[in-house]
């Protein structure tokens, strides 16, 4: 058996740098090499300034820092890094296809493909290739087609090994992860290459906590964890709406139903809606996939998770408007929080995209605060939605590095990401900056209600 020591990883992203990192940390016997296509990335994550690496998440940086130039190596050379590591972790972005056949549902596979290919073309000797990426279930069959098809002869192994980090807390969850999931064939070579990345992951995770299964069922394990957690928060929101209508306080019903241990007090917390990169492109995939078999019903049903999280969106917009008198033409209505959780700095899918452009497209002037997001990445946020110019974007939104700044003058605040330090602010300091009556939209059920009527507000939460 071949002692692994050399292992490399396609894509510095959110999943590849921070799942690294963790490796490189508990396995100091083993080389990892990070490689990426985008010079800027990579150029980040060796910043001599740690702070200044391209992810944000709480734990990381030590992380980094501490490996960094041991065992951890962040690279732009793709060929050399393949060509050296015994393990290959593909972890590139798999986003929605936004064309063709499958458009709007299907992943869009072309990045896998350029790493298979490339894989093939550069292996001199036998690799083990690992999806890390979430993939639709049996793409691992095209992987393997590729590799087998246009390879130097040499033997590959095709595991499937989805990551069940959360951003925001991905380090804690790669150091004490619920379980590790591994996918392989069940042939001799499959089953020795399944050993070879049970004993990585073996350095710091209980063996009984490392699954084992085929490549399907690890394929779809990750599709169905993802649509299991979304739907919880579309059931509860759904039950926000009823909340509302019917003087029940949906705080108290989740509280209520979660302590019931069948459902469980975790994913209950009612919302603007859900967000980030994976639960609505997973979601997608598996309602696209069961399509493909024709299986309609099945279909329909897992698409409605999606359906009430737009929905969600649209009714936190649309009260906005309602309680500032029908109109928030002109009025400055400031947004706390731009990234879709707490926690961390990536925007992708948050429900504050989709709040802002609903209210630009009603002439409001959107001011936001958030303590990680950078004004570039806002903008480009709206600016990809193509609702309207980039230039009538740039002037409906300013973005601050001050809270208090950002709600001067303004008609309203939106909370629309859960960071703890907006519990901690001045708010009569705030409330005195602002235009009366000054309006709270709590799209995150996080502030005080008492307090604030006490000092004047008008708060309006989700579900009470
Ligand atoms: P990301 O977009 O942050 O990172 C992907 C990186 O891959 C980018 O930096 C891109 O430049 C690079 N890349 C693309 N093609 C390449 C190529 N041919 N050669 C070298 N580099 C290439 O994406 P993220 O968030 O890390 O997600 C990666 C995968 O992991 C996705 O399939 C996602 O569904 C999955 N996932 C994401 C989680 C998350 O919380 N973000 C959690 C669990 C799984």
Redesign the pocket.
């Known amino acids: 058996k071949t002692k692994i020591t050399k292992i490399c990883c396609?894509?510095?992203?959110?999943?590849?740098?921070p799942t690294m990192a963790v490796i490189a940390k508990k396995c100091p016997h083993i080389q990892v090499t990070v490689?990426?296509?985008?010079t800027e990335?990579i150029a980040a994550w060796n910043d001599e300034n740690v702070a200044n690496i391209p992810i944000y998440e709480p734990g990381l940086s030590a992380i980094v820092e501490e490996a960094r130039g041991r065992n951890l190596f962040f690279s732009t050379d793709?060929e050399k890094a393949i060509e050296e590591a015994q393990i290959i972790f593909i972890?590139?972005?798999?986003p929605t296809k936004t064309y063709g056949k499958g458009k709007g549902k299907a992943a869009d596979l072309k990045?896998i493909e350029?790493?298979a290919r490339?894989i093939a073309k550069i292996s001199k000797d036998d690799k083990i290739v690992v999806e890390?990426?979430?993939?639709p279930v049996r793409t691992a069959e095209a992987i393997k087609s590729i590799l087998d098809n246009t390879g130097n002869g040499v033997q590959f192994q095709i595991l499937s090994n989805?990551?069940?980090?959360?951003?925001g807390t991905?380090v804690t969850d790669l150091l004490h992860p619920d379980r590790i999931l591994i996918g392989g064939e069940s042939t001799p070579e499959g089953q020795e290459a399944i050993q070879a990345l049970v004993d990585v992951y073996s350095n710091w995770v209980p063996e009984e906590k490392i699954l084992t299964t085929n490549v399907w069922s690890s394929e779809l394990s990750?599709l169905t964890a993802n649509a299991f957690l979304a739907q919880r928060i579309s059931s509860i929101n759904a039950l926000s709406e009823l909340c509302e209508k019917t003087g029940a306080d949906v705080n108290e019903v989740a509280k209520a139903i979660g302590m019931d241990s069948r459902i469980g007090p975790k994913f209950l917390k009612a919302s603007v809606g859900f967000g980030?990169?994976?639960f609505q492109?997973?979601i997608l995939n598996l309602v696209y996939i069961a399509k493909s078999y024709g299986l309609d019903e099945v279909a329909d049903y897992w698409e409605q998770v999606i359906i009430m999280n737009d929905y969600q969106k649209k009714r936190f917009s649309t009260k906005i408007t309602q309680t500032l008198y029908n109109t928030v033409a002109d009025k400055k209505i400031t947004f706390f929080g731009w990234a879709f959780k707490k926690d961390t700095n990536?925007t992708r899918e948050s429900a504050a995209i989709y709040v802002a452009d609903d209210l630009i497209a009603e002439q409001a002037k959107i001011a936001v605060y958030d303590p990680k997001v950078s004004k570039e990445k806002i903008l480009a946020d709206l600016d990809y939605l193509k609702t309207r110019s980039p230039e009538e974007n740039t002037a409906s939104l300013s973005s601050y590095q001050n809270p208090y700044e950002a709600c001067q003058e303004s008609h309203a605040i939106a909370v629309l990401t859960e960071w703890d330090e907006f519990t901690t602010y001045d708010w009569q300091k705030i409330y005195d900056s602002m235009l009366k009556p000054a309006f709270v939209f709590d799209g995150r059920n996080i502030l005080n209600k008492t307090a604030l009527e006490t000092i004047g507000f008008i708060y309006q939460a989700i579900g009470s």
């Open positions: 396609i894509g510095a992203g959110y999943v590849g740098g490689v990426d296509l985008n990335r793709v972890s590139v972005n798999t990045y350029l790493c490339q890390k990426s979430t993939l989805p990551e069940f980090l959360a951003e991905a990750k980030g990169s994976c492109k997973d990536d």
